[in-house]
């Protein structure tokens, strides 16, 4: 650690770029925001809890997409590789494996906590969010998936604001890929450049390519043996070369160090795929990716889809069960956008996803999420565990909805003069304890500087006690 010298006269310090600060009326917004929020999933049945911020990087690296591990707070701490969390469904999945495996199902977790991105602050994106949202754990069908969506919407809705509704099914994407020899970072891949495709971004297959061409079985083996045992890279290592040194390779008088060698060889087995298969599955995602639009259009040129390539028609089916559910919900289908080319960039998802929007603001995504079914087995589960949630920012959503906080009366309470201290205290608790905001004057100001100083702070009456105990009353809210 460097020890920093003090500056003379010291300078102030800067807050890190994309964090915030958020000052009182900000944070009375977001938490009246929040509160109404958690009441409607509450009486949805979620229970909130709390999960730790920092957990083990490995937690985040198991089913992320190339995007989100790239926005990773992760760092090394005495000897553990640990991460600041982006997101809070690994975690609870986590808890889940830990210590609820044995209750019946389903489980209902709501949570509200902040989260972690390493992405470019923009208007409405910090590097630091409030994170709230609902998991769904043991609902293998649509009515988890309906159960879900509708809960993500109607939060939205219960704070005023009428979200555009786009749901999608990777189940397609993956059916597909699951008949191509492609290696799972081809898949990954290819998960992520739809996501790209479908933001209208151009890829450039060739110049990805090479990222992925050379395939022998070691590769397979490799990253079988890596993700069993949880090994960093570093084990990795330093595993194979000391294999290579018990085996008496000779590995001195290279050019190159032996480390650097075993470090070269890693990179290359990192790197795999069947070119011809990537390009061909590129062209099936551009496809998916160019459907948008009404649930009944996209879902006839799905099904043509479908039965060209031979896939199964089981995500169709789902789609047209959850849509029914929904209209139950009240949500109707000429609400709903469908977008086979989602993806959302983590790659724990296995079934319906979908994102809500701001109307006002085209591009602006306020919550998120799917159903992700092989994550809890992922993560050391004995059991399968069919699960779905959502989540969004609760600053962003706070920033779209037009819900003002109750303004509550604010007072301030000052002693005529220094004998009067003790009784304005006093009458101070009695006030708070009625259930009043009550600021107690400390600085034992006259009678004009306090007030100016409550009139700039929205302070509606000041109450001046004398000794005795007599109160006289100024209101602010009257007075000119
Ligand atoms: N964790 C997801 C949202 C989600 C919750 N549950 C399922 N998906 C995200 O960060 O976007």
């Not at 890596?226 to 085996?247: F, P, Y």
Request: one cysteine or more.
């Amino acid at each position: 650690m460097t020890i920093y010298q003090l500056t003379e006269p010291p300078q102030p310090l800067e807050r890190l770029r994309g964090m915030q600060d958020t000052p009182p009326a900000l944070h009375r917004r977001r938490q009246a925001v929040l509160h109404r929020i958690a009441r409607v999933l509450e009486r949805h049945g979620y229970e909130f809890i709390e999960t730790p911020i920092l957990e083990s990087t490995e937690l985040f690296l198991r089913k992320s997409g190339p995007e989100r591990i790239a926005q990773l707070y992760a760092f090394s701490f005495r000897n553990r590789d640990i991460a600041l969390r982006p997101e809070h469904t690994a975690s609870i999945l986590r808890y889940y494996v830990e210590s609820r495996q044995n209750d019946p199902l389903p489980l209902r977790f709501a949570y509200a906590g902040p989260v972690f991105r390493y992405e470019r602050p923009q208007a409405g994106r910090t590097r630091q969010f409030t994170e709230i949202g609902g998991e769904l754990l043991g609902a293998p069908g649509p009515s988890g998936d309906a159960e879900v969506i509708h809960l993500a919407a109607e939060i939205l809705e219960a704070v005023g604001i009428m979200p555009r509704i786009v749901i999608g099914h990777v189940g397609i994407v993956l059916d597909y890929l699951a008949h191509l020899p492609l290696r799972q970072r081809a898949r990954d891949w290819l998960l992520w450049s739809m996501e790209r495709l479908r933001k209208g971004q151009t890829i450039d297959i060739e110049s990805e390519l090479p990222a992925f061409v050379d395939s022998t079985d070691i590769v397979q083996i490799t990253q079988e043996v890596r993700t069993k045992l949880a090994l960093t890279t570093e084990d990795l290592e330093r595993l194979i070369l000391a294999l290579l040194r018990e085996v008496g390779v000779p590995m001195t008088g290279a050019s190159r160090q032996p480390e650097e060698i075993v470090r070269g060889v890693l990179a290359k087995l990192q790197r795999s795929a069947d070119p011809d298969a990537l390009r061909q599955a590129l062209a099936f995602a551009r496809e998916l990716a160019s459907l948008s639009g009404p649930p009944d259009d996209v879902l006839s040129a799905l099904r043509r889809i479908v039965e060209r390539y031979g896939l199964s028609p089981a995500p169709l089916q789902q789609i047209d069960e959850v849509l029914d559910q929904l209209a139950a919900y009240g949500l109707e289908t000429d609400r709903i956008v469908l977008a086979p080319g989602m993806a959302r960039g983590l790659h724990y998802y296995t079934g319906i996803l979908f994102e809500m929007y701001s109307q006002t603001d085209e591009g602006l995504q306020l919550c998120g999420g799917g159903r992700y079914d092989d994550l809890a087995q992922l993560l050391g589960a004995r059991q399968p565990l069919p699960a779905c949630g959502f989540a969004g920012g609760l600053e962003r959503i706070a920033d779209a909805s037009a819900l003002q906080p109750k303004t509550e009366p604010r007072l301030l309470v000052t002693a005529a003069d220094r004998s009067a201290i003790t009784a304005a205290t006093r009458f101070a608790e009695q006030l708070r304890a009625s259930g009043a905001i009550v600021e107690l004057d400390v600085r034992q100001r006259s009678l004009s500087s306090n007030r100016r100083y409550a009139r700039r702070r929205g302070v509606t009456e000041i109450l001046i006690v004398d000794a005795t105990g007599s109160v006289r009353r100024i209101d602010l809210s009257t007075e000119e």
